[in-house]
């Protein structure tokens, strides 16, 4: 197994593991690389230091790092379905309305939508509260 640290266009660093570094480009190659941020598909490498390990050998890595992959999808499938049924869907209006909300001008009530890089930005400078909705995980089935 490797770990790679990645960036994607949207500058979001972020970690990933592969079962080899052709694994990883291959996985780019066809597209299933994607930021857990915005689910950008233009990830690519960051530098990053090599990570040096002991003598010791674990037969048990693999199953680990294959199960942690699994939970972490998992829980952000858990997010997000709870988010979608608990929360009022705005789509592109998200900055207004969240804006709208944080200075009392609308009804105060959990909300998700869309946003561009720019308006996020512009929001968390004015102060207004606001956190990416983890891009839905691929389906197991698209996983190598």
């Not at 266009?9 to 915005?38: I, K, M, N, T």
């Not at 490498?45 to 890595?61: C, N, W």
């Not at 829980?75 to 969240?98: L, S």
Request: net charge negative; hydrophobic share 35%; glycine share 6%.
């Amino acid at each position: 197994m490797i770990r790679y640290a990645l960036r994607c266009d949207q500058a979001h660093g972020f970690e990933a593991w592969f079962g080899s570094s052709s694994d990883y480009d291959d996985q780019a190659a066809r597209g299933l690389v994607e930021c857990p941020f915005c689910g950008s598909h233009a990830v690519e490498k960051a530098i990053m230091s090599p990570a040096v390990g002991g003598t010791r050998t674990s037969a048990d890595a693999p199953d680990v790092a294959r199960k942690m992959q699994t939970m972490m999808m998992e829980a952000a499938r858990e997010v997000r379905a709870h988010v979608e049924a608990n929360f009022d869907y705005v789509g592109d209006r998200f900055a207004c309305e969240a804006r709208d909300i944080h200075e009392g001008r609308s009804e105060k009530r959990d909300i998700y939508g869309e946003a561009t890089p720019v308006e996020v930005k512009k929001l968390k400078e004015d102060g207004v509260p606001v956190s990416a909705l983890p891009a839905p995980p691929p389906e197991p089935e698209k996983l190598n």
